[in-house]
């Protein structure tokens, strides 16, 4: 990403956002191919938006957002294509937000925040534009989603998204699964949202330092939750107790909300442990992606808990990093 000798700041920038806008445009191609390589570029299509928006300017993230989802609608025009897109959309608003915060001031935990607040606020309205198009009840259309999300989940591991009830998907049935993803549906959503802008901003720092964009932001590994936060945890664990179905059902969807913090933050501390012993970068995005797998992510989320109370990075005290 360096310029060349003759090479003006503007055919510099122009050459940025036409790579920003192919990649795009290959994330989305690629992503069509199949269900494995879908899960992965939909997860990185922020990325691009962000890099134009801290590099360019919100003008130009902006810009690159309205061309990539005008490209696909001239693809097959009208309101069909929108709304199988919302969620890609959703992604491009993702980056543009993320950027947008930033550029203003905002350090990246309150982007973050306020990115999953202002995309889940907008789920929802959505969703209430499309109980009242459709004539259906929120019930129903909260469980046609539900469906939705088991025959993509059921598709991805399994291979196919038409296996009989009751056949099970990683030990667990795919009608258990579907009652489990019913009643944590909120939570999940909140999560994924806040991953998937967490896992672009991380890489977005990455990607800049060793582009020389601007000061170096604060590493990966000095992340963590506020220290007072495990007090709300506990509270909410403690409702878990409550006889009342819909505490319960309130509670663990918090507790999910939760566990993507300390999931966080443990993936900030093996990190740490990255930096220390000079991992291989190779050897690093290989680990990275085990985290995501189960066990390993209950592991690391223990791995965040401990932290608070064992401060395996030393954050409190001087570092020589």
Not at 23 to 41: D, E, K, M, V, W
Not at 70 to 92: D, Q
Not at 111 to 140: D, N
Not at 177 to 203: C, D, F, M, R, Y
């Amino acid at each position: 990403m360096r310029t060349g000798v003759g090479e003006t700041p503007v055919a510099r920038n122009l050459l940025i956002w036409c790579l920003c806008l192919t990649t795009l445009l290959l994330f989305y191609g690629l992503g069509r191919l199949n269900p494995i390589a879908n899960l992965f570029t939909v997860s990185l299509t922020p990325l691009p938006v962000y890099l134009a928006g801290r590099r360019l300017g919100i003008g130009a993230a902006l810009l690159l957002a309205l061309a990539v989802f005008l490209l696909i609608f001239s693809l097959k025009p009208g309101l069909a294509i929108v709304v199988e897109h919302l969620g890609f959309g959703e992604l491009l608003l993702m980056g543009f937000l993320l950027s947008a915060l930033e550029s203003r001031g905002w350090s990246a935990d309150w982007a973050i925040i306020l990115t999953v607040v202002a995309l889940t606020l907008a789920a929802l309205l959505l969703l209430s534009g499309q109980v009242y198009l459709s004539g259906m009840t929120p019930r129903e259309v909260f469980s046609r989603k539900t469906l939705e999300i088991t025959e993509m989940l059921s598709g991805v591991f399994a291979g196919q998204a038409d296996k009989p009830p009751g056949m099970e998907m990683l030990g667990v049935s795919l009608a258990k699964l579907k009652e489990l993803i019913q009643s944590l549906l909120p939570a999940l959503v909140i999560s994924n949202t806040g991953l998937v802008a967490w896992i672009n901003v991380v890489l977005a720092r990455q990607l800049m330092v060793r582009w020389g964009w601007g000061n170096q932001e604060p590493p990966l590994y000095h992340w963590s939750a506020p220290e007072w936060f495990i007090f709300v945890v506990l509270a909410t664990g403690f409702l878990l107790l409550l006889p009342v179905p819909m505490v319960r059902t309130v509670s663990m969807n918090l507790l999910v909300v939760w566990g993507l913090l300390y999931f966080c933050q443990g993936v900030a501390v093996v990190a740490s442990w990255f930096q220390l012993f000079r991992v291989p970068v190779f050897l690093r995005v290989i680990g990275y992606l085990l985290m995501f797998l189960h066990p390993l992510l209950l592991l690391v989320i223990t791995l965040g808990l401990a932290d608070i109370w064992v401060d395996f990075r030393r954050l409190h005290q001087p570092l020589n990093v």
